[in-house]
DNA sequence: TTACAGACAGAAAACGTTTTCGAAAATGTT
DNA sequence: AACATTTTCGAAAACGTTTTCTGTCTGTAA
C-alpha cells in the first residue's frame, strides 16, 4: 500500500498557486488565466489527479451514485435491467451501489434506511411482493428522488417504468386465437401482484374481441411463479380433465414447466396444445418445442430507469408529476405455439 | 425533499454538550459518564441518527464499500457469484459497487481506475478474458487490496477463489467412460481462458487414467462458449464424420447447442452420444434430455471471496502471501449421459 | 495544606474538496 | 493622470465526522 493519492494541493505547489485555483482550473472555471488552466490542467493529467469521491460528497451534497434494489438477481429480467442500469449509469457518470430485498419486506425496508444513509443521489427500486405496505417507500420518496420499475404498486404515485404488460399478453393470447384455438388455459402469477393482474386483464380482453366465453376453469393461480408451480398446475389440469387445446403462461417458467407435464402425458406441442410464455428468457429456446414468448427488453428498461431517475435528480422540483413510462413488448413466435414453423 | 437529515450538532444542542461528546458517546468512548452516553444514545436513536458516510470516509479514510467487477451480469453463474457476494457483504457490514468491464479489456482497466478514485476499500474483480496484459491489476494491488475470482490469472500474485475446474472436468470426463465410453469429444473454450485449459486437462487426465489414447481429432476449441458455437462445432464434427460416442463440453451453453445440431440428425442421447457439461446451469434442466453437469457453487464462491478480501483489509500486510482457493465441484449425473436414469 | 491521579468534557485540527468574497493587478476610458 | 472596469488569483469558510490535546473538577494520598 506503499502509494501517494494526489490531491490538489500536490498540483497547486508545483505551480506555486493555490488550491482554490487549482480547483477551479479544473473545473474550467472563467476566473482563470488561459495559460493558467492549460498548465495545471495538464500536470494534473500527467499526475493522473482524480478528485476524491468522499471530499467532493461532503462538499457538494451530492455523491453521483444511484442505489438499486431488486429482489433477486439470478432472475434473468433483473439481471437484464441490471445491465441496463449499470450501462447507462456509467455512461451518464453515475455509479452504482446494489442491493438485494431478497424477497423479505424487512430486507426491502432496511436496505432501503441504509441506502439513504449512505447518501446516494436516487434510489431505484423493483419492489419485492406486492405487499400492501408501501410506507417505507412512501417516506423515503420525501427524502430523495425515487423511480420504480418492472416490479411497482399503483399505490405509490411515483415515476415508474413498466412494460405494456396487459398489451403483451393480448398479443400473445391473439396469437393463439388465430391459431385457430378457444379452450384457453390462462396460469397466472400471485394474486396480489401488479404485472400478474396486467397480464390477465389482457388475456381477458384478448378472449372478449374474440367473442370467446370467460370459462373461469381455465384460469389458475400459481403463487410462485417457477417450473415446479407450471408442472404441478398442468398435472391438476390434466388430473380434472379439463378440456383445453392452448395455455398461456404469466411466465416462461410455469409455461415451461406445464410443457414438461403435458410432454409426460404425451400431448404434442402445440398439435394438441399450443402454449406461450411472458418474457422470453433463455429457456425459451431450450425447450422443445421452442416457446413463443412475450419479448420484453430488460436493457431498455433499465436504460429508461436510470434516465429518469437522474432527470427527477437533478430537478429539485418541489411537486412532482410521477409519469409512468410503458414500454413495448414483442411477440416471439416459435414453434411451441405455431405449426407452420 | 424536505428534509433534514440529523447530524452530531443537532443532539449536542438537545443535551447542551459539545460535538465531540456526542460523537465519543456514540462510539462508547470511556471518557464520557455513563448517565450523558445513555441519554446521548437514546436521542440517537430516537432520532434515527446515523452518520453521514461521506464524511465518515472522509475523515477515517475507510469506506466500508467493496468493488466488484465482473464481465458479464448475464452469465448465469457471474450472478449467482454476485448474489453470495451481496449477501456475505452486507453481513459483514459492507456495500457493494458493482460494475461491468463487458468483456473489453479497455473497459476493465478504466473500472479499476474508476474504482480506485471511488475510495473502495478493496476489490474483487473476475477477469475479462485472459489476455496477457495484467499491467492494470498488478499497479492496482499495490493501492489496495484485490481478490479476484472465477475468472483469473495464474501470472497474477494475489489470492484466488476458483473452482477446481480440473478435477470438476476430470469427473465429468470419467463418469462418461465409465459409461463405456471410448471416443469422447472434448469442446473446449477459449485458448488463453485459464479455466478452459484446467477442463481440458482434466479431460486429459481423465483419459490417461483409463488408457485411453488421445486423438487430437477429437479436441476443438470454440472462442465464445454460446450455444451458437456448440451448434456450430457439433455440426463440423458430424460433417467430417469423426466417430465419437461421448461428448464433453467446456460449458453447459456449447453441451447444450451441440445437443441440438446431434438431435436435427437423428442421433439418440445418450444412447448413441452421452454428453455432459460443465457449470450446471438453469438450462441444464429444460434440455431434453437433462444435461449431465459439474456443478458449481456461486453462492459459496460470492461468500468466500468477501471473506477472504475483508480480512486484507482489515490486515494491513506489507508482505501478503497469496493463497488460492480451489472450491469443490459436484457432478450431477442426468439423463443425457446415462441410460439407467 | 499540597500534590496527584482519575473522571469527564470541550476546543480545535484534520480529512480533500468547492465556492464566496475580496484584493490586487491589468486593462480600458476619460 | 485619474478613475472605472475587467481579469486573475487567494483566503477562508464550509460540508460532518473523529481524535488529540487540553482543561476543569473531583477525590485521595502524602
Request: charged residues 25%; contains cysteine; positive net charge.
Given at each position: ?100 430485498s431478497?424477497?423479505?419486506y424487512k430486507d426491502e425496508k432496511e436496505t432501503i434506511q441504509?441506502?439513504m ?6 434510489l431505484?427500486i423493483?419492489i419485492n411482493k406486492e405487499s400492501d405496505n408501501i410506507d417505507h417507500i412512501l417516506k423515503a420518496s420525501e427524502h430523495?428522488?425515487i423511480?420504480l420499475?418492472?416490479?411497482?404498486s399503483d399505490k405509490i404515485p411515483l ?183
Amino acid at each position: 500500500m506503499s502509494f501517494k493519492k494526489i490531491k490538489l494541493t500536490d498540483i497547486a505547489k508545483i505551480h506555486h498557486v493555490s488550491v482554490s485555483t487549482v480547483s477551479k482550473a479544473l473545473s474550467g472555471h472563467s476566473d482563470i488565466k488561459l495559460e493558467t488552466k492549460r498548465k495545471i490542467i495538464e500536470t494534473a493529467k500527467k499526475l493522473n489527479y482524480v478528485p476524491d469521491f468522499y471530499a467532493k460528497g461532503l462538499r457538494l451534497q451530492k455523491t453521483f451514485t444511484i442505489g438499486v434494489i431488486i429482489p433477486d438477481v439470478l432472475l434473468y429480467f433483473n439481471s437484464t435491467v441490471l445491465k441496463g442500469i449499470i450501462h447507462t449509469a456509467k455512461e451518464m457518470g453515475y455509479r452504482v451501489l446494489l442491493s438485494e430485498s431478497e424477497h423479505h419486506y424487512k430486507d426491502e425496508k432496511e436496505t432501503i434506511q441504509k441506502m439513504m444513509n449512505s447518501n446516494v443521489d436516487g434510489l431505484l427500486i423493483s419492489i419485492n411482493k406486492e405487499s400492501d405496505n408501501i410506507d417505507h417507500i412512501l417516506k423515503a420518496s420525501e427524502h430523495l428522488p425515487i423511480v420504480l420499475f418492472d416490479k411497482i404498486s399503483d399505490k405509490i404515485p411515483l415515476t415508474k417504468i413498466v412494460v405494456d404488460e396487459e398489451k403483451g399478453a393480448f398479443n400473445a393470447v391473439e396469437h393463439l386465437i388465430l391459431q385457430g384455438r378457444k379452450r384457453i388455459v390462462h396460469i397466472g402469477g400471485a394474486k396480489n401482484s401488479y404485472s400478474s393482474a396486467q397480464r390477465l386483464e389482457g388475456y381477458l380482453k384478448a378472449l372478449k374481441k374474440y367473442n370467446i366465453p370467460i370459462d373461469l376453469k381455465l384460469i389458475y393461480n400459481c403463487e410462485e411463479v417457477t417450473l415446479d408451480e407450471g408442472y404441478k398446475i398442468a398435472q391438476i389440469l390434466l388430473y380434472n380433465n379439463i378440456g383445453f387445446n392452448a395455455l398461456f403462461g404469466v411466465t416462461d417458467n410455469v409455461a415451461i414447466g406445464a410443457i414438461k407435464a403435458l410432454k409426460e402425458k404425451k400431448f404434442r406441442i402445440p398439435k394438441d396444445i399450443a402454449v406461450a410464455g411472458f418474457s422470453d428468457s433463455e429457456k425459451a429456446m431450450i425447450i422443445e418445442p421452442n416457446l413463443t414468448s412475450v419479448s420484453q427488453s430488460g436493457l431498455r428498461m433499465g436504460k429508461t430507469a436510470v434516465k429518469y431517475l437522474i432527470e427527477e435528480i437533478n430537478n429539485p422540483m418541489d411537486v412532482r408529476t410521477p409519469r409512468t413510462i410503458e414500454l413495448k413488448t414483442t411477440l416471439k413466435i416459435r414453434k411451441s405455439s405455431s405449426i407452420h414453423r
